[in-house]
């Protein structure tokens, strides 16, 4: 059914989405024969190896290339075994030995073993085999405390007690320690593909994962298919994964209603109910776990002012936002954390939208006539944010009316990440999904100082050594009702000191041809493919 349909794209829908047509001519090498289940998305991936990126369009590869020692439940962020069978942890939770599956390999015909675990875990701590003298394993230093040498770095050694059987030991006891080895960065790598080349190995994976690399063309597709020998049994089902790139989210739906993709990301929340009503599609709504803001960059003037700031979020139209951009599938953002992770502060209210208290705050500041900036928008679009380059341009008119006028620039999405991370904007949308369902992941990691260094996560540089000590604390503590406790007071700082104008917590919805069977949307935006199959 679906080889026939790219001629029924009418000519109108030709003309206005250049990369359906790729797909139709034949320019994709998609050919949708067999178990092909063709996945359309926003943007491409910036690289292939898990440990070297934070965004989602690489992570969503990743995820079915590679296996961590631990893993997520496929509609849940509760820890399951992976490429670890089974765990312990000592009286003091410094030492944690992991028990090994056997029999695995890599794509490329290597053991698996804790030899393997080890040389991963200390490329990852000494930084060492990266592709280019930027790059940096960026996630490891966001959750396990910095690298080796820094004075937070919380692993103080990975040793193999024999062939499968491999140790942690910890300079503390961290609280989501569990939680951090199951994300998807710490997807184990072939020891011998990374040492033979490290630059070609971050665009070229090699895993223990259901599916293999097969190819990439840039800005297009990327295609992997089956691994034979998986190593459970009976998956993956489909023979080969197409990832198609489509920018604009009304040509990918194009795409969908046309036959050329299985599964779309990304629908936008106004043809939620066109897919809902048509039994050809399913529609599916991914769990919250996210949020979207806009960062202030603290390092530089006028946002080093913190009344600055707090202006700016008093001057953010957040329903009306969402009433314009999101049709009702967001709720208006109050901390820097979705209500969907615990210890979330229920008694922060956010800044009112109140122009004249806006106005007030920058007199104040100094800057009764506003001032000038530029303001990065996101050029793909987003979970968290549909359309970044529209939602700039309706804050950028509310600015407008408090006198502080923006330049909107929007660079190709792998560039407007690397400027991002190395603080190159005034401010900047970004957005999170959470990674591991732990409040560590969206505080610790997107606003402690730790996390300031470039290559950044903490894109607004903000850096106070109250909310540190309040995280740290949090991160050694074992007991959830006084880690809830810390973090809530986290929140109270973050809100005061307003480093970001946190915009939405947003419902993402997708949709799928009819005849897609086993798919599950994961709260942490990266899914796993083994069990989907393709029925008649």
């Known amino acids: 059914m679906k080889k026939q349909k790219c001629w029924m794209l009418s000519l109108a829908v030709l003309l206005v989405c250049s990369s359906v047509l790729v797909a139709c001519g034949g320019g994709s090498g998609a050919d949708h024969n067999g178990k092909t289940l063709i996945y359309g998305r926003g943007a491409d991936s910036t690289m292939l190896d898990p440990s070297l990126v934070t965004d989602g369009e690489s992570f969503?590869?990743?995820?079915?290339?590679?296996?961590?020692?631990?893993?997520?439940?496929?509609?849940s962020m509760e820890v399951v075994p992976a490429l670890a069978e089974s765990w312990e942890e000592s009286d003091d939770g410094k030492t944690w030995t992991f028990q090994l599956r056997e029999g695995v390999k890599f794509h490329d015909g290597t053991d698996f073993n804790a030899d393997a675990v080890v040389f991963n875990f200390e490329r990852w701590a000494k930084q060492e085999l990266l592709p280019t003298e930027k790059d940096a394993y960026i996630y490891y230093g966001s959750m396990f405390g910095g690298y080796e040498g820094d004075e937070g770095h919380i692993i103080e050694s990975v040793t193999a007690l024999d062939e499968t059987t491999v140790q942690f030991k910890l300079k503390e006891p961290q609280g989501p320690f569990l939680a951090n080895l199951a994300m998807s960065p710490f997807g184990l790598a072939s020891p011998t593909a990374v040492k033979g080349d490290p630059k070609k190995f971050a665009e070229n994976p090699v895993g223990t994962g259901p599916f293999k690399f097969e190819s990439w063309k840039k800005g297009d597709t990327i295609t992997v298919v089956k691994n034979e020998d998986y190593w459970e049994e009976g998956l993956p089902k489909l023979d080969k994964v197409i990832f198609q790139?489509?920018?604009?989210?009304?040509?990918?739906?194009?795409?969908?209603?046309?036959?050329?993709?299985?599964?779309?990301?990304?629908?936008?929340?106004?043809?939620?109910?066109?897919?809902?009503?048509?039994?050809q599609f399913q529609l599916y709504e991914r769990p919250p776990m996210?949020?979207?803001?806009?960062?202030?960059?603290?390092?530089?003037?006028?946002?080093?002012?913190?009344?600055?700031?707090?202006?700016?979020?008093?001057?953010?139209?957040?329903?009306?936002?969402?009433?314009?951009?999101?049709?009702?599938?967001?709720?208006?953002?109050?901390?820097?954390?979705?209500?969907?992770?615990?210890?979330?502060n229920q008694d922060i209210e956010g800044y009112e939208y109140d122009l004249e208290k806006a106005k007030e705050l920058l007199e104040e500041a100094g800057y009764k006539d506003g001032f000038e900036v530029e303001f990065h928008a996101m050029p793909a679009p987003r979970p968290y944010m549909?359309?970044?380059?529209?939602?700039?341009?309706?804050?950028?008119?509310?600015?407008?009316?408090?006198?502080?006028?923006?330049?909107?620039?929007?660079p190709e999405w792998t560039t407007y990440l690397e400027e991002t991370n190395q603080g190159k904007h005034d401010m900047a949308l970004l957005g999170w999904t959470g990674d591991n369902g732990d409040p560590d992941n969206f505080?610790?990691?997107?606003?402690?100082?730790?996390?300031?260094?470039?290559?950044?996560?903490?894109?607004?540089?903000?850096?106070?050594?109250?909310?540190?000590?309040?995280?740290?604390?949090?991160?050694?503590?074992?007991?959830?009702?006084?880690?809830?406790?810390?973090?809530?007071?986290?929140?109270?700082?973050?809100?005061?000191?307003?480093?970001?104008?946190?915009?939405?917590?947003?419902?993402p919805t997708l949709a799928a041809q009819s005849n897609v069977e086993g798919f599950t949307p994961h709260p942490k935006g990266s899914d796993k493919l083994k069990e989907v199959d393709i029925g008649q």
């Open 60 to 75: 969503i590869v990743t995820e079915n290339v590679f296996n961590g020692l631990l893993g997520f439940e496929k509609d």
């Open 245 to 279: 790139s489509i920018p604009d989210n009304s040509a990918r739906l194009t795409a969908l209603q046309s036959g050329d993709i299985d599964i779309m990301d990304g629908l936008n929340p106004d043809d939620s109910e066109t897919v809902s009503a048509n039994d």
């Open 290 to 344: 996210n949020v979207g803001y806009l960062a202030f960059n603290v390092e530089k003037e006028p946002f080093k002012d913190r009344k600055v700031r707090q202006a700016l979020n008093h001057a953010v139209n957040k329903e009306g936002l969402i009433k314009s951009f999101y049709g009702g599938k967001a709720e208006p953002a109050t901390n820097p954390m979705p209500p969907s992770i615990w210890g979330f």
């Open 386 to 410: 549909p359309d970044g380059r529209k939602i700039a341009e309706y804050i950028q008119a509310d600015f407008e009316k408090i006198g502080v006028k923006t330049k909107i620039v929007s």
């Open 443 to 507: 505080l610790y990691v997107l606003l402690d100082k730790d996390n300031a260094r470039k290559p950044a996560n903490n894109i607004a540089f903000y850096k106070s050594d109250k909310l540190h000590d309040i995280l740290i604390k949090a991160q050694r503590e074992t007991d959830q009702d006084k880690r809830s406790e810390l973090y809530q007071e986290a929140q109270e700082i973050i809100n005061n000191d307003a480093p970001w104008v946190p915009l939405v917590y947003a419902n």
